[in-house]
C-alpha cells in the first residue's frame, strides 16, 4: 500500500435550503463561480450536491436534483483542475455526473440495494465510491433515540457496506467509508465516533470525515449561524488528520486548507493508507 496526505474536500450545495448556505449558490451561475473559488482556496476535491440532507429535510425528486447539478456541471468542464464528487442518493444523478467527468460518487446510504447499485457504477466507470452510514429516513434522523452502541452500530453497518462493495466487484481502493457524522447521531455519539477513528479505519478502507459546520459542534445550536462553528470545525479536521482520515469535507475551504498547512508543520499526522 502506498501512503498519502489527507485530502481536503469542498463542498458546493446548489440547493434552496442547505443548513450552511441557506441557498446562495442554487444559481447556476453563482455555483460555477463558488467551484472556482472552493478551488483557488485550496479543494483537493470539488463535492457537488443537489439535494440537502439538513436534520428535517425533505427528499428532491430526481429530475429536480439533475435540473439542480447538470447545469453546474456541464458549465465547469475543462475549467478545474481537481477532480468532482458528486454528492447524491440517486444512481440516475450519479450516472449523469459520471458521464460528465465525475471522479467520485458520495453517496449516504439508505438501501443496501442502492448502494449496490452505486458499487457497479463506481466499478463500471472507473470512479471512487464514498459510501456514508446515515440512520434514516433523513426525514426523521434527528428525533431518532440515542443507540445503545454507536460505534458497534455504525463500524458493523460500514463492514457490511465495505463487503458489499466487494461482492459488486469494486477494488477495494476505490471505495471509501464515511461514519455519517451527526445523521442521525447525537453529538455525545458523534464525539464518540470521531474519538474511535481507529475501529473504522481498521475495517481495511479510508476513512472520510465530514464534521463541518455541524450542530454537534455547537454549544447553542439554535442561537449561533452555521458560520459561528468554524474555529469549531477547525478542531475536527486537526483531529482527522492526526488520526490518518483520508478526506475531511468542509464549508470554509479558504480556512481549513490554511489549518491544514499549519498542521502538517507541526503534528505528526498519521499517513493515509490507499
Not at 131 to 150: F, I, N, Q, V, Y
Not at 217 to 239: G, H, N, Q
Amino acid at each position: 500500500m502506498s501512503r498519502m496526505a489527507t485530502s481536503l474536500m469542498g463542498i458546493l450545495n446548489v440547493t434552496p435550503d442547505s443548513f450552511s448556505d441557506g441557498g446562495r449558490y442554487h444559481d447556476p451561475a453563482a455555483a460555477v463561480a463558488r467551484a472556482l473559488e472552493i478551488q483557488r482556496d485550496g479543494a483537493d476535491i470539488l463535492d457537488v450536491g443537489g439535494e440537502s440532507t439538513r436534520p428535517g429535510s425533505v427528499r428532491v425528486p430526481e429530475a429536480e436534483e439533475l435540473a439542480r447539478v447538470l447545469p453546474v456541471l456541464e458549465a465547469l468542464q475543462g475549467k478545474l483542475k481537481i477532480p468532482v464528487s458528486i454528492d447524491t442518493l440517486h444512481v440516475a444523478v450519479a450516472q449523469q455526473a459520471v458521464r460528465l467527468g465525475a471522479q467520485y460518487i458520495n453517496h449516504i446510504v439508505l438501501e443496501d440495494e442502492i448502494a449496490r447499485e452505486m458499487a457497479l457504477l463506481a466499478r463500471d466507470s472507473g470512479a471512487y465510491l464514498i459510501l456514508t452510514h446515515a440512520r434514516g429516513p433523513l426525514e426523521h434522523m434527528h428525533k431518532l433515540p440515542p443507540m445503545s452502541d454507536a460505534v458497534g452500530e455504525v463500524v458493523a453497518a460500514l463492514a457490511n457496506f465495505r463487503n458489499l462493495a466487494a461482492k459488486a466487484g469494486l477494488p477495494p481502493d476505490r471505495l471509501l467509508l464515511d461514519p455519517g457524522i451527526g445523521f442521525g447521531k447525537n453529538a455525545d455519539e458523534s464525539y464518540e465516533l470521531l474519538r474511535n477513528i481507529d475501529q473504522i479505519k481498521a475495517l481495511g478502507c479510508r476513512v472520510v470525515i465530514g464534521a463541518s459546520r455541524k450542530r454537534f459542534l455547537s454549544s447553542d445550536p439554535k442561537a449561533d449561524a452555521a458560520e459561528d462553528r468554524d474555529f469549531a470545525t477547525a478542531a475536527t479536521v486537526v483531529y482527522a488528520m492526526e488520526r490518518g482520515c483520508a478526506v475531511i469535507r468542509v464549508h470554509n475551504v479558504r480556512a481549513m486548507s490554511q489549518v491544514m498547512k499549519v498542521a502538517r508543520r507541526l503534528y505528526p499526522i498519521a499517513p493515509v493508507l490507499d
